[in-house]
């Protein structure tokens, strides 16, 4: 090879050097001054919003940035979210906590009901992760739960200490009869008090069986064909001795053959009850009225009084066991504060149920609503007509 030749092919080797040199120098000084790419935005996986949709809890997905990018319809029934944001703070709290540590929580939150009031909300809560971004959020009305378990408890402390004090009594009397062996007016004295407590000791126990049997699903095994107007006539001539001790007037407007399917033993009771609880509450001298009316195909049982009436915010409660508006005066008129439990279990164990209308100053209404009964035709067994008796406002109106 001659010098010519080498020179070339050297001069050639040094051009190509240069051209790669400068290419790499470019190529170098574009990726600095690129942008970086834009990490790829995480979805959530296919099917989640036809699984939320499902979930009888009320489910919420959450971005990064605390949005609602999924929920179920629970969620917004329940007020949990409105207009694409999680309402309660609380909710927010939990969630920003699993997203910084990816650590499933769980949590009791007493939630507002709504932006007015003071209505109050317990819910369960159940956090996790779902994906590298979107926190899912479970969450659970155990509101209903904890009223009963409330109940519940409620139940248990006041048996306790209704039953204490007539055995009590009875105990104390007994005592005071055998220190005034030798005085026989205080004798008799303490035994009419004796017979007072033991009276209303068997009154509660009977009461207290009584519920716990109307507790017992399928309670109506053979229902029979029940006249629901001679079972208020029934329930009316009960309750004459101590509507006639307090000079009250028990007037009756009742449609005839008012017919349902039932036990008329328990119809009986409820009614009773409810007159009972008028005339223990009504002024001397003042009128209980009792109707009975075919509304459609509901048999309804109206009694009225002229007491004092119940207070709005105590209407919702006056159903449960043991509850008294007044427990002073349910006491002195020898309430249990059992009876109009009986009443809203005897009529949903009849497939009906039972109101109240009230108004303080003006008395009370409570309607017992049944199914009327049909023959084979499909008919009602009552008639056409029957006697109008208002139960729904006010019923002096």
């Known amino acids: 090879m001659d010098t010519t030749t080498v ?3 050297a001069g050639f080797a040094g051009l190509l050097t240069g051209v790669l040199a400068v290419i790499a120098v470019r190529y170098s000084e574009r990726q600095q001054t690129q942008l970086p790419q834009t990490a ?13 949709a499902v979930l009888r809890s009320s489910a919420i997905v959450v971005d990064s940035a605390d949005a609602v990018t999924k929920m179920s319809p629970a969620a917004v029934a329940y007020g949990l979210v409105r207009d694409g944001e999680l309402v309660h ?13 990816g650590v499933i929580r769980e949590s009791q939150l007493e939630l507002s009901r709504g932006p007015l009031g003071q209505g109050r909300s317990i819910m369960q809560a159940r956090v996790a992760p779902l994906g590298s971004s979107h926190v899912l959020l479970l969450v659970e009305d155990h509101t209903q739960a904890r009223r009963v378990e409330e ?10 200490h209704e039953l204490k004090t007539p055995v009590g009594g009875i105990g104390l009397l007994a005592e005071a009869i055998l220190d005034a062996k030798d005085d026989p007016e205080a ?3 303490f035994a009419g008090r004796m017979q007072v407590e033991s009276h209303r000791l068997a009154q509660l126990v009977k009461e207290i069986v009584d519920l716990s049997r109307l507790q017992v699903a399928d309670t109506l095994h053979e229902p029979r064909l029940v006249d629901v107007t001679a079972a208020v006539h029934e329930a009316i001539d009960y309750s004459r001795v101590g509507a006639d001790a307090k000079q009250i007037e028990i007037a009756e407007a009742c449609a005839p053959d008012l017919k349902v399917f039932g036990d008329e033993d328990l119809l009986v009771t409820a009614v009773r009850n409810l007159i009972g609880n008028a005339v223990a509450y009504s002024d001397n001298g003042s009128r209980v009225a009792v109707g009975g009316r075919l509304n459609g195909d509901m048999v309804e049982v109206t009694v009225t ?6 207070p709005q915010a105590e209407q919702a409660r006056i159903f449960e066991r043991f509850y008294r508006v007044d427990g002073a005066r349910s006491r002195a008129t020898g309430g ?10 005897i009529c949903a164990n009849h497939g009906g149920d039972v109101t109240v209308w009230s108004e303080e100053g003006r008395g009370s209404t409570f309607t017992i609503r049944l199914p009327a009964a049909a023959d084979r035709s499909g008919g009602h067994l009552a008639p056409e007509s029957s006697t109008s008796v208002p139960s ?3 019923p002096r109106a």
């Open 7 to 9: 020179a070339v092919l």
């Open 392 to 394: 729904q406002g006010d």
């Open 89 to 101: 703070a609380e909710l927010r709290h939990l969630a920003r906590q699993v997203r910084r540590d």
């Open 40 to 52: 790829p935005v995480t979805t959530l996986p296919p099917g989640v919003g036809d699984v939320l």
């Open 305 to 310: 009084d002229q007491g004092q009436g119940i």
């Open 151 to 160: 109940v519940r408890r409620d139940f248990v402390a006041n048996v306790s």
């Open 336 to 345: 249990t504060g059992l009876g109009l439990a009986i009443v809203k279990h």
């Open 187 to 189: 004798v008799e004295r």
